[in-house]
Antibody, heavy 122, light 109 residues
Framework: EVQLVESGGGLVQPGGSLRLSCAAS????????MHWVRQAPGKGLVWVSR????????SYADSVKGRFTISRDNAKNTLYLQMNSLRAEDTAVYYC???????????????WGKGTTVTVSS | EIVLTQSPGTLSLSPGERATLSCRAS???????LAWYQQKPGQAPRLLIY???SRATGIPDRFSGSGSGTDFTLTISRLEPEDFAVYYC??????????FGQGTKLEIK
């Protein structure tokens, strides 16, 4: 079964750091780009970041650029999101998502984890 | 950056009725790289449509997508009780940025 399981969320103070993980199983993780998408309470979906299959290329939303770092360990089938200088507006459920196809072109996201909740508050 | 605007914000319909959801882009979406997702409370999004009109695996044929350029539509031909949810469009053509619409809530009338 194709599965993504996020972990690492929690309560953190403004200015703090957190590292999210996403464990992948049931597919060839190293062949796929991967994404992080977040959803603030009661709000819509916002794309956060993406990484290519070998980790050599990354992209970020302007709102997190310079503060968040996406990375992956293909040997461990795990995706990461290092979040630094956290702000209240980063409070959200963070989802990792896999594209529909294992190719180096944009595709929709067809596999999603259940999400992990990050709360930034003093 | 492409901005997607969905309408209406909320759509109130009854089971058995036809639902038409709109997604308008601020710039042309290249190669019809437009997707639709369904999200129910407390759940992750579910891919319904990609490439503007292709149904994802396991999606019932009452869901259909159409459109090109800047105007796209998701149609649900006959609403089932399980279809009441929030629907998002997403463009993935203007890489490296991927943007979502603000969502349309489909509620039971």
């Amino acid at each position: 079964e194709v599965q993504l399981v996020e972990s690492g969320g929690g309560l953190v103070q403004p200015g703090g750091s957190l590292r999210l993980s996403c464990a992948a199983s049931g597919f060839t993780f190293s062949s796929y780009w991967m994404h992080w998408v977040r959803q603030a309470p009661g709000k819509g979906l916002v794309w956060v970041s993406r990484i290519n299959s070998d980790g050599s290329s990354t992209s970020y939303a302007d709102s997190v650029k310079g503060r968040f770092t996406i990375s992956r360990d293909n040997a461990k089938n795990t995706l990461y999101l290092q979040m630094n200088s956290l702000r209240a507006e980063d409070t959200a459920v963070y989802y990792c998502a896999r594209p529909l196809a294992a190719r180096p072109t944009p595709t929709a996201m067809d596999v999603w984890g259940k999400g992990t909740t990050v709360t930034v508050s003093s | 950056e492409i901005v997607l605007t969905q309408s209406p914000g909320t759509l109130s319909l009854s089971p058995g009725e036809r639902a038409t959801l709109s997604c308008r882009a601020s710039q042309s979406v290249s190669s019809s790289y437009l997707a639709w997702y369904q999200q129910k409370p407390g759940q992750a999004p579910r891919l319904l449509i990609y490439g503007a009109s292709s149904r994802a695996t396991g999606i019932p044929d009452r869901f259909s997508g159409s459109g090109s350029g800047t105007d796209f539509t998701l149609t649900i031909s006959r609403l089932e009780p399980e279809d009441f949810a929030v629907y998002y469009c997403q463009q993935y053509g203007s890489s490296p940025l991927y943007s979502f619409g603000q969502g349309t809530k489909l509620e039971i009338k």
